[in-house]
T-cell receptor, first 111, second 115 residues
């Protein structure tokens, strides 16, 4: 059975801190890994990672994939209260388009 | 519209009643997904439609759940004889073709409360 495990489950930090969120996976025929940010109901897309070792960056957020060790990390530097959200990791297989999601990491950034 | 549209945004229903949730995908998106998210939990895959192919129904939790999609347009998720454990946000998403590198875009969800 395909598995996506995120850690930590929840995290509380202060503004300005740097955080690292983890996502490990066990899937057959892996194709890509996606990160989403969920603040209210609808997750919004952050990154899609397909190749190992290539960092994707968007402002204070960055992510990298390790296909040998089967994990990805999402880094947020200089955190702000607006970064408070659930961060979801999802994995896509090469066959079909179904995404398997992890349970998410709930991040709270305190002023 | 520009995004994935879902209705109703909130629905309170009595246990045992049937409910229908609607999803309008982004125009031109061939793939449509339904996910369920219970309070404090992750997204649980329900069903996936891709063009005219047979849908992937592997995530539907019981035969009380069904979904339809006509062509590449609107989809309806139906829950019959609702139970309290069906209370959740039901999220719809659509994409053009994931394997071509596109991502999926979520609607705002339909929050279902079964009392």
């Amino acid at each position: 059975e395909d598995k996506v495990v995120q850690s930590p489950l929840s995290l509380v930090v202060h503004e300005g801190d740097t955080v690292t969120l983890n996502c490990s996976y066990e899937v057959t025929n892996f194709r890509s890994l996606l990160w989403y940010k969920q603040e209210k109901k609808a997750p919004t897309f952050l990154f899609m990672l397909t190749s190992s070792g290539i960092e994707k960056k968007s402002g204070r957020l960055s992510s990298i994939l390790d296909k040998k060790e089967l994990f990805s990390i999402l880094n947020i530097t200089a955190t702000q209260t607006g970064d408070s959200a659930i961060y979801l990791c999802a994995v896509k297989k090469s066959s079909g388009d179904k995404l398997t999601f992890g349970t998410g990491t709930r991040l709270a950034v305190r002023p | 519209g520009a995004g994935v549209s879902q209705s109703p945004s909130n629905k309170v229903t009595e246990k045992g009643k049937d409910v229908e949730l609607r999803c309008d995908p982004i125009s031109g998106h061939t793939a449509l997904y339904w996910y369920r998210q219970r309070l404090g939990q992750g997204l649980e895959f329900l069903i996936y439609f891709q063009g005219n192919s047979a849908p992937d129904k592997s995530g539907l939790p019981s035969d009380r759940f069904s979904a339809e999609r006509t062509g590449e347009s609107v989809s309806t998720l139906t829950i019959q004889r609702t139970q309290q454990e069906d209370s959740a946000v039901y999220l719809c998403a659509s994409s053009f073709l994931l394997h071509s590198g596109n991502t999926i875009y979520f609607g705002e969800g339909s929050w279902l409360t079964v009392v």
